[in-house]
């Protein structure tokens, strides 16, 4: 959420930032619709003021048997106008704040425009692709050879873009989030959290997935929401804070299912896992003083890092563009995992992993705050959260990068003690 004093003493800086993402002059509307509420609010304090001059004067007159009927009037029209005029500055302040909601994140000046993933920058990349003296399949085909994946039976049971995994590979699961969560808390200094899966319209809204993409979420009937990631529940947690100084940075992780009806993909990366509405994520979060946050950044993206590092899988870290760049944050590292299986064979780099930097977007609409030692006043934290990874697409990583001649998927050595055997056959 942006602040509306900032667009008050800034239109012209605020129209060019909403330009990278798109939008041309959103400030004009905002404005005009702030106009018009702060007449409104201004008109409210002189009745009021009125009202209260008037009253005090129908107590002294009628002390000194004055005739007060025309005072009385008056009083009776104040107190029929106010509640018309406070209804129509409630209306104005709801349409200000939908706007509000509604519009992305400011971009930070380093990232480089764009419209799409052609315009991201490449930053570095690790690994040796693996090169096979055979044809590579995708995980879909090496998910049947070694009978561990079943996409017709999730679907006779709930539907198209669900998996059952079955033997090594449900334990792959497991394994995979232990082993994250092992790294994240015990190399990295994360707190680990279990949190609840179905959060209410507030705790959406405070990360910024309502009201923007409502309809890319699951929605139960008493009105709670499935979390699309831990970023919701875990960012949320230093809602309505005022957090000391002192206990910044916060460093949060959590191993949950996910679940996006991916309503604005339809179409896209329909076979196998690629796309799941149901998925599992180890997801890291960060609550930082402001000037600590291009250097969290940083670092959450060295540990997203460092989980394919151990797992010795090849991939990429790309900055991205403006027109790529997600709606709540003002920057965004993804990184990319090598699929050797994916395109009939051929390769290509998927994303495993978005960190991102939302400065104070996220906290302004959360009302999260911190205060230094010994000071009255008190900021903006700013909020970061990326992936560490997504699971699903860490089994697809392994299982293709892993394949041998024969159908069996070797593990990484670092998987051994966590799994007790070596490769899925």
Same mark, same amino acid.
């Given at each position: ?48 003021? $009125? ?27 104040i ?6 005029l ?152 230093a809602?309505?804070?005022?957090i ?6 916060? $460093? ?6 996910c679940?996006?009806s ?64 997600g ?13 050797p ?29 911190? $205060? ?38 070797l ?15």
């Open positions: 959420m942006h602040d509306i004093r900032f667009i008050r003493d800034n239109p012209k800086e605020f129209d060019r930032f909403m330009q990278r993402r798109g939008l041309n002059s959103p400030s004009q509307e905002v404005l005009s619709l702030d106009e018009k509420r702060r007449k409104i609010q201004t008109e409210l304090q002189s009745l009021q003021a $009125r009202r209260n001059e008037v009253s005090k004067k129908i107590g002294s007159m009628k002390a000194a048997g004055v005739d007060v009927d025309d005072l009385m009037s008056e009083v009776a029209s107190k029929l106008e106010i509640p018309e406070e209804h129509e500055e409630s209306n104005l302040a709801e349409q200000i704040n939908s706007l509000l909601f509604s519009m992305p994140n400011i971009l930070s000046d380093d990232v480089p425009d764009g419209l799409n993933e052609e315009d991201n920058i490449l930053l570095r990349q690790f690994g040796i692709i693996p090169s096979f003296d055979f044809q590579p399949i995708d995980h879909v085909a090496l998910g049947e050879m070694n009978k561990c994946l079943n996409f017709e039976a999730a679907s006779n049971l709930s539907g198209a873009r669900f998996v059952i995994l079955k033997g090594h590979m449900a334990r792959l699961e497991r394994a995979l989030a232990s082993f994250m969560l092992d790294i994240h808390t015990l190399e990295f200094g994360y707190t680990e959290i279990l949190p609840p899966a179905l959060v209410n319209s507030k705790t959406m809204t405070g990360t910024g997935q309502l009201p923007k993409f409502e309809d890319d979420l699951f929605q139960t009937t008493d009105g709670r929401w499935l979390i699309p990631t831990a970023e919701v529940p875990l960012t949320n947690l809602a309505n804070q005022i000391d100084l002192d206990s910044l940075p916060m $460093r949060l992780t959590a191993y949950t299912p679940f996006r991916e309503a604005g993909s339809a179409g896209r990366d329909t076979r196998g896992m690629i796309r799941q509405h149901q998925f599992s994520k180890v997801e890291l979060v960060s609550i930082t003083d402001p000037k600590d946050s291009e250097i969290e950044l940083e670092r959450m993206t060295s540990v997203a890092e460092s989980v394919l590092k151990k797992l010795n899988l090849p991939h990429r870290v790309v900055k991205l563009c403006a027109g790529d760049t709606f709540s944050a003002q920057k965004t590292y993804d990184i990319e995992v090598w699929l299986g994916q395109d009939d064979g051929v390769g290509r780099y998927r994303e495993i992993s978005s960190c991102s930097n939302c400065g104070p977007f996220q906290a302004r609409r959360m009302n999260a705050r911190f $205060r230094k030692s010994g000071e009255k006043d008190t900021e903006f934290v700013h909020t970061l959260n990326g992936s560490a990874l997504a699971v699903g697409r860490c089994i697809i990583a392994i299982m293709e990068n892993g394949q041998q001649k024969d159908g069996s998927i593990l990484p050595e670092v998987l051994h003690s966590y799994m007790g055997v070596e490769k899925i056959s």
